[in-house]
């Protein structure tokens, strides 16, 4: 059976929860021609990849459909197929069902995100079953489910196939949303660089409607909270400000509060804990006129140093009980991971408030979390203040001393962190500008070689157009050329015998004129060892006045430092032994140090020590013995001498004796 048919199609196929009669009309005509031209591989294709469902636009439709002569189609059959697809289509797909169902669920309340993967997961051993937009729907919803319900991502695999599906057959909508769960794969393997591109790539995606708002106030949330990684607080504060803006966008009150509140940390890493404690307490007020008092609850947390140090400590009991009772961050007493550092602000408060016995009780909880650095140095700088609180001298050292190395340990480590942060950061960046600038270069090049491939290929076919037409013409001139040869070699010959004598005479001249350069040079030679010779014998005198000058100004200058009314003060401190320098006399040294020998202070302030090993160093470079510094600094004599070494190596990298580091500060003015 033959047919004639010609037709004129353009489709472009979307991805779509809803599908109108007349759009699914268009559907089901398109696949009747397809069996008409018996083409039933596009047939099982689309109803295999893009349904259900699908959204089909019809741009141009042309289609004329004329059987020849004695050969005719049974059109029942045609037709019944049809009504048979039509209702086969129509049925509701179980798989969509489940998939809107779990969607709902993770939608209506956050915490219910666990609820949705429990669903899906009752569909995830039919995968097979489903066609290629139901798998790659499936697998956006479960990854929704999993980052809503705080699960880490292990893989960015699927999501990748995810976005590259979208791309092509998604929504806006659906594209910015696989952008930004492929940003928190990224995110949680740790990723940065790679997290920021498709958070920010999510963005371009935007739409107009409150969806889209809520969906970019959770994009910008990420982008702060990596941009905090990488300690670049301010760009993390103004990423906050877009969040919270497109959060009111979305008439979404609670996350905008939410957000709002995530700028006290933010706060606090700048050490600005007034703004801290205005952003928090605003943002309790405003959940608490809510009615949300386990939101209000849980910001208790962030202000609690600061209200301890500032003595104020009736406010400070009211966010521990409300924290305590409201938060939901409890559990038999008991903190939930993560937030164990509760237990040493709590500590703090109890020490502010003279309850010992609670506070070392708390403080020592801490050390049941001493594999975290920061719990760490919070347990012992605790144990240190509590046992200096209570006239315990020789605990007081031991865990001040054990903080001060566990804060050095922290401190390290932090850095090295944020180094490899930025370095992954730099190298991203720079590794993008490169592939962008080469991408640029290649695009060019090959309009280039485009360019001149056309521009020879004009070339090539005008040459040879215009050979064909002059050939004639230069067989009609060789003959001519021929002719003029002969009396053209004849004037070269000529011209060539006066080029010759030219030459000869240019020669003479450059061999007189190389002799004279010789002779002068070796004149200028002599002149230049002779002004070398004076000027060196300038220098050395200069030299010699200058050292005189300087041993001078030494004696001078250590004379002040060793005579200066400053150490007769100390004396009378070494004297009296009852009586101690004040904290005025302290300041009056440092001043007495950054005037008198300036490069000495600023040496040791640029290796942040100690107040105490800087008065150490000052004493002993006053001369002071190190038994008298151990006085009046108001330690014990072995640990002015173990300082003292400790600086060599920290300061000079070398192992010695204390004496060997007095040596070198006794020579720094």
Same mark, same amino acid.
């Given at each position: 059976m033959k047919f004639k048919l010609s037709t004129k199609l353009v489709i472009k196929v979307s991805w779509h929860k809803k599908m109108s009669k007349n759009e699914f009309s268009k559907i089901i005509a398109y696949i009747f021609i397809l069996l008409i031209i018996n083409d039933l591989s596009k047939v099982y294709e689309i109803i295999e990849n893009y349904y259900p469902p699908i959204r089909c636009h019809c741009f141009c439709f042309f289609c004329k459909f004329a059987p020849e002569k004695n050969n005719r189609i049974n059109m029942k059959y045609i037709c019944a197929f049809v009504v048979l697809l039509i209702v086969g289509c129509s049925q509701s797909n179980e798989f969509d069902l489940v998939m809107n169902q779990a969607n709902s669920v993770m939608e209506a309340r956050q915490d219910d995100a666990n609820m949705a993967m429990s669903i899906l997961d009752g569909i995830k051993t039919q995968l097979n079953e489903m066609s290629l937009a139901q798998r790659?729907?499936?697998?956006?919803?479960?990854? !929704?489910?999993?980052?809503?319900?705080?699960?880490?991502?292990?893989?960015?695999?699927?999501?990748? !196939?995810?976005?590259?599906?979208?791309?092509?057959?998604?929504?806006?909508?659906?594209?910015?949303?696989?952008?930004?769960? *492929?940003?928190?794969?990224?995110?949680?393997?740790?990723?940065?660089?790679?997290?920021?591109?498709?958070?920010?790539?999510?963005?371009?995606?935007?739409?107009?409607?409150?969806?889209?708002?809520?969906?970019? &106030?959770?994009?910008?949330?990420?982008?702060?909270?990596?941009?905090?990684?990488?300690?670049?607080?301010?760009?993390?504060?103004k990423e906050l400000d877009i969040a919270r803006n497109y959060a009111l966008l979305a008439g979404d009150t609670v996350d905008a509060i939410t957000i709002f509140s995530l700028k006290a940390p933010a706060y606090s890493l700048r050490n600005q804990m007034d703004s801290t404690e205005i952003v928090t307490d605003s943002c309790i007020n405003m959940f608490q006129r809510m009615g949300l008092y386990q939101y209000a609850a849980q910001m208790c947390g962030y202000d609690l140093e600061f209200l301890i140090r500032n003595r104020n400590f009736e406010k400070a009991k009211e966010r521990i009980s409300a924290y305590e009772m409201e938060s939901g961050y409890f559990n038999e007493e008991e903190i939930e991971a993560g937030r164990e550092v509760y237990y040493y602000f709590k500590g703090l408060y109890y020490l502010g408030i003279n309850n010992v016995d609670s506070a070392q009780l708390l403080f020592r909880k801490c050390l049941d979390y001493i594999d975290d650095p920061n719990m760490k140095v919070a347990s012992y700088y605790g144990l240190s203040q509590l046992y200096d609180r209570v006239g315990q001298p020789d605990s007081t050292a031991k865990y001040a001393l054990l903080a001060y190395n566990a804060n050095d340990s922290a401190h390290q480590k932090n850095e090295t962190e944020t180094t490899l942060r930025l370095q992954a950061l730099y190298n991203y960046g720079k590794h993008q500008e490169?592939?962008?600038?080469? &991408?640029?270069?290649?695009?060019?090049?090959?309009?280039?070689?485009?360019?001149?491939?056309?521009? =020879?290929?004009?070339?090539?076919?005008?040459?040879?157009?215009?050979?064909?037409?002059?050939?004639?013409? $230069?067989?009609?001139?060789?003959?001519?050329?021929?002719?003029?040869?002969?009396?053209? !070699?004849?004037?070269?010959? @000529?011209?060539?015998?006066?080029?010759? &004598?030219?030459?000869?005479?240019?020669?003479?001249? *450059?061999?007189?004129?190389?002799?004279?350069?010789?002779?002068?040079?070796?004149?200028?030679?002599?002149?230049i060892g002779k002004r070398e010779q004076s000027i060196a014998e300038l220098?050395?005198? +200069?030299?010699?006045?200058?050292?005189?000058?300087? +041993?001078?100004? +030494?004696?001078?200058?250590?004379?002040? +430092?060793?005579? &200066?009314?400053?150490?007769?003060?100390?004396?009378?401190?070494?004297?009296?032994?009852?009586?101690?320098?004040?904290?005025?006399?302290?300041?009056?040294?440092?001043?007495?140090?950054?005037?008198?020998?300036? !490069?000495?202070?600023?040496?040791?302030?640029?290796?942040?020590?100690?107040?105490?090993?800087? @008065?150490?160093?000052?004493?002993?470079?006053?001369?002071?013995?190190?038994?008298?510094?151990?006085?009046? $600094?108001?330690?014990?004599?072995?640990?002015?001498? =173990?300082?003292?070494?400790?600086?060599?190596?920290?300061?000079?990298?070398?192992?010695?004796?204390?004496?060997?580091?007095?040596?070198?500060?006794?020579?720094?003015?």
């Amino acid at each position: 059976m033959k047919f004639k048919l010609s037709t004129k199609l353009v489709i472009k196929v979307s991805w779509h929860k809803k599908m109108s009669k007349n759009e699914f009309s268009k559907i089901i005509a398109y696949i009747f021609i397809l069996l008409i031209i018996n083409d039933l591989s596009k047939v099982y294709e689309i109803i295999e990849n893009y349904y259900p469902p699908i959204r089909c636009h019809c741009f141009c439709f042309f289609c004329k459909f004329a059987p020849e002569k004695n050969n005719r189609i049974n059109m029942k059959y045609i037709c019944a197929f049809v009504v048979l697809l039509i209702v086969g289509c129509s049925q509701s797909n179980e798989f969509d069902l489940v998939m809107n169902q779990a969607n709902s669920v993770m939608e209506a309340r956050q915490d219910d995100a666990n609820m949705a993967m429990s669903i899906l997961d009752g569909i995830k051993t039919q995968l097979n079953e489903m066609s290629l937009a139901q798998r790659m729907r499936f697998y956006l919803l479960y990854s !929704k489910a999993m980052n809503k319900g705080y699960v880490k991502f292990s893989s960015d695999s699927i999501m990748k !196939k995810v976005v590259d599906f979208y791309s092509y057959h998604g929504s806006n909508y659906e594209i910015m949303t696989a952008q930004y769960l *492929l940003g928190c794969i990224y995110r949680d393997l740790g990723d940065s660089p790679s997290a920021l591109k498709s958070l920010y790539d999510a963005t371009n995606y935007a739409g107009e409607d409150k969806e889209s708002y809520r969906m970019l &106030a959770h994009i910008h949330c990420q982008i702060a909270d990596l941009l905090e990684q990488q300690a670049l607080v301010e760009s993390d504060l103004k990423e906050l400000d877009i969040a919270r803006n497109y959060a009111l966008l979305a008439g979404d009150t609670v996350d905008a509060i939410t957000i709002f509140s995530l700028k006290a940390p933010a706060y606090s890493l700048r050490n600005q804990m007034d703004s801290t404690e205005i952003v928090t307490d605003s943002c309790i007020n405003m959940f608490q006129r809510m009615g949300l008092y386990q939101y209000a609850a849980q910001m208790c947390g962030y202000d609690l140093e600061f209200l301890i140090r500032n003595r104020n400590f009736e406010k400070a009991k009211e966010r521990i009980s409300a924290y305590e009772m409201e938060s939901g961050y409890f559990n038999e007493e008991e903190i939930e991971a993560g937030r164990e550092v509760y237990y040493y602000f709590k500590g703090l408060y109890y020490l502010g408030i003279n309850n010992v016995d609670s506070a070392q009780l708390l403080f020592r909880k801490c050390l049941d979390y001493i594999d975290d650095p920061n719990m760490k140095v919070a347990s012992y700088y605790g144990l240190s203040q509590l046992y200096d609180r209570v006239g315990q001298p020789d605990s007081t050292a031991k865990y001040a001393l054990l903080a001060y190395n566990a804060n050095d340990s922290a401190h390290q480590k932090n850095e090295t962190e944020t180094t490899l942060r930025l370095q992954a950061l730099y190298n991203y960046g720079k590794h993008q500008e490169e592939a962008l600038k080469n &991408a640029m270069q290649t695009a060019s090049l090959q309009r280039w070689l485009f360019g001149t491939f056309i521009i =020879l290929a004009f070339l090539v076919c005008t040459s040879i157009f215009i050979y064909i037409r002059r050939k004639k013409a $230069v067989q009609k001139k060789i003959q001519l050329m021929q002719e003029r040869y002969e009396t053209e !070699k004849i004037l070269l010959q @000529r011209e060539m015998e006066e080029m010759n &004598a030219l030459l000869e005479e240019k020669q003479s001249l *450059l061999e007189n004129k190389d002799n004279l350069l010789e002779r002068k040079k070796k004149e200028l030679n002599i002149e230049i060892g002779k002004r070398e010779q004076s000027i060196a014998e300038l220098q050395e005198r +200069i030299a010699e006045y200058e050292r005189n000058m300087n +041993i001078k100004d +030494i004696a001078i200058l250590e004379d002040e +430092i060793q005579n &200066a009314p400053m150490k007769d003060d100390f004396n009378y401190y070494l004297k009296n032994v009852t009586e101690c320098p004040s904290n005025k006399d302290w300041d009056k040294l440092t001043r007495f140090a950054k005037s008198k020998f300036p !490069k000495l202070y600023v040496m040791l302030r640029n290796y942040n020590i100690s107040e105490r090993e800087l @008065r150490i160093c000052v004493l002993t470079r006053l001369m002071f013995k190190p038994k008298d510094v151990a006085v009046l $600094v108001g330690c014990r004599f072995p640990e002015v001498s =173990l300082t003292r070494s400790r600086l060599l190596k920290k300061i000079y990298g070398i192992d010695g004796k204390a004496s060997d580091f007095d040596k070198r500060i006794m020579l720094m003015y």
